[in-house]
T-cell receptor
């Protein structure tokens, strides 16, 4: 199994540009999440999904959109990039159940917005 | 609001000693708590989970305690090795059986040979 994969690994955008960060998992996990990690801030939840067709906002959703058309894929869209969105983005997946299952993280996407 | 705090200062210890990391939380009653390890440039990796009705959990050289009265978890690495050098994150469930986690900012551990 490849686990959780993310593309691209690195990206530089200009302010106002749009892009999609890709995330896929091959473990048949129901739950998937997007986090951003900034220095000294830890991981902050952007959006999450408990299954195909179901998404909800996390702590810092503004400026980001998600959709979950399949169990495997959970893309994150930046509609109009801003310098404040410069960060490292992690996608994670976990099994459904008691809500206590470990999360499996992807390798991350390092995004710079100029 | 829910808040999780880990010591933001790096912890430097000598090889062979026991490292102890702290995770404190407020305004919250989590059903469980998780600890993750993160190496530079990589995603976090799950280490241990402890539930609210468990006082202690062990896995090899790792030990986690969970005191719901103090609202605190301690993470111990015994007989530490330079390979244990990394950032360690604690995470609490945010409730609602959704798998959503709230993470602390992490503590960086440096084990010197």
């Amino acid at each position: 199994n490849a686990g959780v994969t993310q593309t691209p690994k690195f990206q530089v955008l200009k302010t106002g540009q749009s892009m999609t960060l890709q995330c896929a998992q091959d473990m048949n996990h129901e739950y998937m999440s997007w986090y951003r990690q900034d220095p000294g801030m830890g991981l902050r939840l952007i959006h999450y999904s408990v299954g195909a067709g179901i998404t909800d906002q996390g702590e810092v959703p503004n400026g980001y959109n998600v959709s979950r058309s399949t169990t495997e894929d959970f893309p994150l869209r930046l509609l109009s990039a801003a310098p404040s969105q410069t960060s490292v983005y992690f996608c994670a997946s976990s099994r459904a159940g008691q809500g206590s299952n470990e999360q499996f993280f992807g390798p991350g996407t390092r995004l710079t917005v100029l | 609001s829910q808040k999780i705090e880990q010591n933001s200062e790096a912890l430097n210890i000598q090889e062979g000693k026991t490292a102890t990391l702290t995770c404190n939380y407020t305004n919250y009653s989590p059903a469980y708590l998780q600890w993750y390890r993160q190496d530079p440039g990589r995603g976090p990796v799950f280490l241990l989970l402890i539930r609210e009705n468990e006082k202690e959990k062990r896995k090899e050289r790792l030990k986690v305690t969970f005191d719901t009265t103090l609202k605190q978890s301690l993470f111990h690495i015994t007989a530490s090795q330079p390979a244990d050098s990394a950032t360690y994150l604690c995470a609490l469930d945010s409730g609602g059986n959704t798998g959503k986690l709230i993470f602390g900012q992490g503590t960086t551990l440096q084990v010197k040979p």
